[in-house]
């Protein structure tokens, strides 16, 4: 079966890494396990040893025949052929238990991805997902490290992110020109920390780190003044690389009751 570039194809064939993946997810037979991509199946096939039943979106329809075709999958798998970018992950849950979400992700969909999923938290466990490495290295950045950033605040509001191991080029067929890490995400129906309501809290963020050389005062020109900025206990001289993303969640707590007192309504809290 020949690799589509134009899905990002990058198949993972190393046992050993396969094996530590399914030794890090530890499914178990109750669980409701969804595969983001299996590929050829090499992930799928481990995963089938130790459950009962398994579910996977492909977008590549040969791919998915192959798979289907497979004795090893027969009354085992069920395969959504589609984009999972446009999954509709609480339907497919249903009315069982949250999803567990895992996935050699094509690096080309990587960060819309992972928004997706947080987006539909709700019918998600947790998250098993490989990914290019600096993509991990952006995630569980810490604040004032050059890697600290959009991706690292808004997910740290709706999960908590754990790096756990590096793969190499090798492990794939055919090899990427970087590295990999497996990252596991737990979510989180409520935001971890206090946050006003989502949409406060993602355009404060995206404002904050539209040009993260600018100070806050002049970052978030529009939104927050800087004397509500220094009422929320930050300068507004700080760069926004500098703050921890529960201090994001106190600035657009802020807006949020600005938005209120202005409107003279409710605030929806997330």
Same mark, same amino acid.
Request: glycine share 10%.
């Given at each position: 079966?020949? #690799?589509?570039?134009?899905?990002? +194809?990058?198949?993972?064939?190393?046992?050993?890494?396969?094996?530590?993946?399914?030794?890090?997810?530890?499914?178990?037979?109750?669980?409701?396990?969804?595969?983001?991509?299996?590929?050829?199946?090499? %992930? $799928?096939?481990?995963?089938?040893?130790?459950?009962?039943?398994?579910?996977?979106?492909?977008?590549?329809?040969?791919?998915?025949?192959?798979?289907?075709?497979?004795?090893?999958?027969?009354?085992?798998?069920? %395969?959504?052929?589609?984009?999972?970018?446009?999954?509709?992950?609480?339907?497919?849950?249903?009315?069982?238990?949250?999803?567990? #979400?895992?996935?050699?992700?094509?690096?080309?969909?990587?960060?819309?991805?992972?928004?997706?999923?947080?987006? +539909?938290?709700?019918?998600?466990?947790?998250?098993?997902?490989?990914?290019?490495?600096?993509?991990?290295?952006?995630? $569980?950045?810490?604040?004032?490290?050059?890697?600290?950033?959009?991706? $690292?605040?808004?997910?740290?509001?709706?999960?908590?992110?754990?790096?756990?191991?590096?793969?190499?080029?090798?492990?794939?067929?055919?090899?990427?020109?970087?590295?990999?890490?497996?990252?596991?995400?737990?979510?989180?129906?409520?935001?971890?920390?206090?946050?006003?309501?989502?949409?406060?809290?993602?355009?404060?963020?995206?404002?904050?780190?539209?040009?993260?050389?600018?100070?806050?005062?002049?970052?978030?020109?529009?939104?927050?003044?800087?004397?509500?900025?220094?009422?929320?206990?930050?300068?507004?001289?700080?760069?926004?690389?500098? %703050?921890?993303?529960?201090?994001?969640?106190?600035?657009?707590?802020?807006?949020?009751?600005?938005?209120?007192?202005?409107?003279?309504?409710?605030?929806?809290?997330?």
């Amino acid at each position: 079966m020949p #690799v589509r570039k134009r899905f990002g +194809q990058h198949f993972l064939h190393d046992r050993a890494v396969v094996d530590r993946i399914v030794g890090a997810i530890d499914p178990r037979p109750g669980d409701r396990v969804i595969e983001i991509g299996p590929g050829r199946g090499a %992930l $799928t096939f481990a995963l089938l040893a130790k459950l009962p039943r398994l579910e996977a979106i492909e977008i590549d329809r040969d791919l998915a025949a192959q798979l289907a075709r497979d004795p090893r999958t027969a009354g085992k798998l069920t %395969l959504h052929v589609g984009d999972a970018l446009r999954t509709d992950f609480g339907a497919i849950r249903g009315d069982g238990a949250a999803l567990r #979400v895992v996935g050699n992700l094509p690096y080309n969909i990587s960060t819309p991805m992972l928004f997706r999923l947080i987006d +539909q938290r709700r019918s998600i466990l947790d998250v098993h997902a490989m990914l290019q490495k600096e993509v991990v290295d952006r995630i $569980t950045a810490t604040a004032d490290s050059r890697e600290y950033g959009r991706l $690292t605040v808004m997910l740290a509001a709706f999960a908590a992110a754990e790096r756990l191991f590096d793969v190499g080029p090798g492990a794939f067929q055919p090899p990427p020109q970087v590295w990999s890490s497996v990252l596991r995400l737990r979510t989180s129906d409520s935001p971890r920390f206090e946050i006003g309501n989502p949409s406060a809290y993602g355009r404060v963020v995206a404002a904050a780190f539209s040009h993260r050389r600018k100070t806050l005062r002049n970052a978030l020109r529009g939104l927050l003044e800087p004397a509500e900025i220094e009422g929320c206990g930050i300068d507004p001289g700080a760069r926004p690389a500098t %703050l921890a993303p529960e201090r994001f969640g106190r600035l657009a707590e802020r807006l949020c009751a600005r938005e209120h007192a202005a409107a003279g309504g409710t605030t929806r809290r997330g």
